[in-house]
């Protein structure tokens, strides 16, 4: 079974700062099977970035995402007020069928 | 537009059972794989069961393996979770997810179950 360890926990930083949100997987996974969600307090969660690297449906640019084979990042470029909230990376596989990292979360600082 | 829309969670005994429903629209149901992901009370997301769109792949967490049972009607365009046994551990908010090959790109809003006594 793999597993996702995010990092930071939390990190706190000021509108208009850049957040770097990492995603480690204990072993190889295919880029094309992560994924990464927003969650914000009483919602449901958002798909932010599919594929690694590709923007779901209205997804606004200034949220990328990259890496391959253990190591994967979600950059958020000048934070937006709305972008304060919790991150999951999630992997897609056999057994079980979805992991999910513990989460990130970005609080303003 | 896609909707999901969860419903049956409640406040339930230890040992006890409860059976969620998820109401799908929007979208040709019949094509779609569906999951049920749930979150305990502050704490992240956990995959609980996948069903293909015919039913006939089936998985489950090992957390629930044996005590719930999903199911699917396609012809009523509803997905629904047994939970049996229930323990204080899968005390959380449930969530309907349609599955998009690699992604979960459509989330119904939740259902809250409280195991407690």
């Known amino acids: 079974e793999i597993v996702l360890t995010q990092s930071p926990g939390t990190l706190s930083l000021s509108p208009g700062e850049r957040a770097t949100l990492s995603c480690r997987a204990s072993?190889?996974?295919?880029?094309?099977?992560l994924a990464w969600y927003q969650q914000k307090p009483g919602q449901a969660p958002r798909l932010l970035i599919y594929?690694?690297?590709s923007r779901a449906t209205g997804i606004p640019d200034r949220f990328s995402g990259s890496g391959s084979g253990t190591d994967f990042t979600l950059t958020i470029s000048r934070l937006e007020p709305e972008d304060f909230a919790v991150y999951y990376c999630q992997q897609y596989g056999s057994s079980p069928r979805w992991t999910f990292g513990q989460g990130t979360k970005v609080e303003i600082k | 537009e896609v909707q999901l829309v969860e419903s049956g969670g409640g406040l339930v005994q230890p040992g006890g059972s409860l059976r969620l429903s998820c109401a799908a629209s929007g979208f040709m149901f019949s094509s779609y794989s569906m999951n049920w992901v749930r979150q305990a009370p502050g704490k992240g997301l956990e995959w609980v069961s996948y069903i293909s769109s015919s039913s006939s792949g089936i998985y489950y967490a090992d957390s629930v393996k044996g005590r719930f049972t999903i199911s699917r009607d396609n012809a009523k365009n509803s997905l629904d979770l047994q939970m049996n046994s229930l323990r204080d551990e899968d005390t959380a908010v449930y969530y309907c997810?349609?599955?998009?090959?690699?992604?979960?790109?459509?989330w119904g809003q939740g259902t809250l179950v409280t195991v407690s006594s």
């Open positions: 594929g690694a690297s």
């Open positions: 072993q190889s996974v295919s880029s094309s099977y």
């Open positions: 997810a349609r599955e998009d090959i690699t992604r979960i790109e459509h």
